[in-house]
């Protein structure tokens, strides 16, 4: 679809999709725009041939923007602006190399995400789906002792790996349900960690002594595949594992080990490897297990701020204004 806009209208909203600009000339207020008009990821092909001479590029973290992509648009491209704080789909390295800028949209969707990771925290350790279950199926027969039992945050020790924006805000949502105390790791100490009375461990020292270990990182080289064998056999046998943060984070054949074995009492994701998990694939059978499709800032006021944002950024790109969330390569 093609339409065209005002490139310096404050009001502009993206649809999800891809959205490329060309021929935009900072001395005129509009742009021409090629739009992937779906919720569906822009098949590969079709954004190579869309993305030709575009000045901008406006993507999801569905889309890997590489090598690839950044010689398919040509010279031209001198912005990409992606809806989503993580980055780790952009070819980071050629990117800059090519004098390429960068937005994303930080701050905007930090209260949906830690909500999204206080729920998911709550319906692993307290087994929701397993219970919802039961009443649909007639498995509940009464009120029994020590069924569904599961794990309460009072009087816990919660652990949170990378206490950036979102860890930061998980540990303010957490603290109130009487957890007694708040450890994280990460590259060095925080000095907003005193707000939550947060003390920065050694990642082994979290990890022994945590009953919530909580990954909100970004993921790096330094992140990838972090949650493996090792990882998982210093964790308690009562603890329970979250991430929100990327599925290539953890390595999903030594979680399944970890969990089916026992070695971790139980698993909540909403982050897998690959997105989406097949229906088939053997975490989905684990009733230790929940499983959510990627919806850590899924609020719809919350999406509506990303679009306009990534908007904004896209058009800042192009008149080559300053950007309202820039990053900084
Ligand atoms: P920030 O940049 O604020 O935080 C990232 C944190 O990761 C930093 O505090 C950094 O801490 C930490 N980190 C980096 N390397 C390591 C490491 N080796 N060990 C431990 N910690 C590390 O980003 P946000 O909080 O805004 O977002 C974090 C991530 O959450 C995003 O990159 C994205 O992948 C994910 N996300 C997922 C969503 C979902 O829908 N599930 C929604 C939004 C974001 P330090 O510098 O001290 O090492
Ligand atoms: C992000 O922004 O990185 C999330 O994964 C989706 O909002």
Known sequence: ???????????????????????????RSECKLSVWDSDEPVPRAELLKQVEGAHGLLCLLSDRIDAEVLDAAGPNLKVISTMSVGFDHLAIDEIKKRGIRVGYTPDVLTDATAELTVALLLA?????????????????????????????????????IGLGRIGLAIARRLKPFGVKRLLYSGRQPKPQAGEVEGEHVPLD????????????????????????????????????????SRGAVVNQEDLLEALASGQIAAAGLD???????PTDHPLLRLSNCVVLPHIGSATISTRGVMAELTAQNLLCGLTGDAMPSELQL
């Open 1 to 27: 679809a093609r339409a065209t806009g005002s490139a310096r209208c404050p009001g502009v909203t993206a649809v999800p999709g891809q959205v490329h600009t060309e021929d935009p000339d900072s001395q």
């Open 205 to 244: 020292a979290l990890l022994c002594e945590s009953d919530f270990v909580v990954v909100s990182c970004s993921l790096t080289p330094d992140t990838q595949g972090l949650c493996n064998k090792d990882f998982f056999s210093k964790m308690k046998n009562t603890a329970v594992f979250i991430n929100t």
């Open 271 to 277: 982050v897998t490897t690959p997105e989406p998990l």
């Open 124 to 160: 692993t350790a307290r087994r929701l789906p397993e219970g919802i279950q039961e009443v649909k199926s007639g498995g509940w027969s009464s009120w029994k002792p020590l069924w569904l039992c599961g794990y309460g945050l009072s009087g816990s020790t919660v652990g949170v």
